[in-house]
């Protein structure tokens, strides 16, 4: 556990901020003039896309485990939704090619957070031999 101006921040805790930050990112970089798009030297745009939604969709996962398809379902039609509205913005432009990778970087980071999830609970010896009063393993 961390603690930060006093908070104690579980990795659950951390990742909904994260992940809730990632998003507001998105959406301001999505939504504002070309001119005024934060954007990361020597990254192309499409990268910088995919690596956006990857790490939000990997770090709701995380904080969210059980609404994994939830965030797929927002991750589309955000996606989808804040490619439309850039359509009320003079200087940006939507494209299918932009929303499809920002798709495909959701979808792998949503991959990527289940594979990590895998594996923790796979190695983890303290989580695999707890077991509850009734004898059901905890997860």
Same mark, same amino acid.
């Given at each position: 556990?961390?603690?930060?101006?006093?908070?104690?921040?579980?990795?659950?805790?951390?990742?909904?901020?994260?992940?809730?930050?990632?998003?507001?990112?998105?959406?301001?970089?999505?939504?504002?003039? &070309?001119?005024?798009?934060?954007?990361?030297?020597?990254?192309?745009?499409?990268?910088?896309?995919?690596?956006?939604?990857?790490?939000?969709?990997?770090?709701?996962?995380? +904080?969210?485990?059980?609404?994994?398809?939830?965030?797929?379902?927002? &991750?589309? +039609?955000? +996606?989808?939704?804040?490619?439309?509205?850039?359509?009320?913005?003079?200087?940006?432009?939507?494209?299918?090619?932009?929303?499809?990778?920002?798709?495909?970087?959701?979808?792998?980071?949503?991959?990527?957070?289940?594979?990590?999830?895998?594996?923790?609970?796979?190695?983890?010896?303290?989580?695999?031999?707890?077991?509850?009063?009734?004898?059901?393993?905890?997860?």
């Amino acid at each position: 556990m961390l603690r930060l101006f006093g908070f104690e921040l579980t990795v659950r805790r951390s990742a909904a901020l994260i992940g809730w930050g990632a998003v507001a990112l998105v959406i301001v970089a999505t939504l504002s003039p &070309i001119g005024a798009r934060p954007h990361i030297a020597h990254l192309g745009p499409q990268i910088e896309r995919f690596v956006a939604y990857l790490v939000a969709a990997a770090a709701l996962a995380v +904080a969210y485990p059980a609404r994994k398809g939830v965030i797929l379902l927002c &991750i589309v +039609a955000g +996606a989808a939704g804040l490619e439309l509205a850039q359509h009320f913005e003079a200087s940006r432009h939507a494209r299918a090619l932009d929303a499809a990778v920002k798709v495909m970087g959701g979808v792998t980071g949503l991959a990527v957070a289940a594979l990590c999830e895998r594996f923790w609970w796979k190695r983890s010896p303290t989580r695999a031999t707890v077991r509850h009063t009734d004898g059901a393993p905890h997860r």
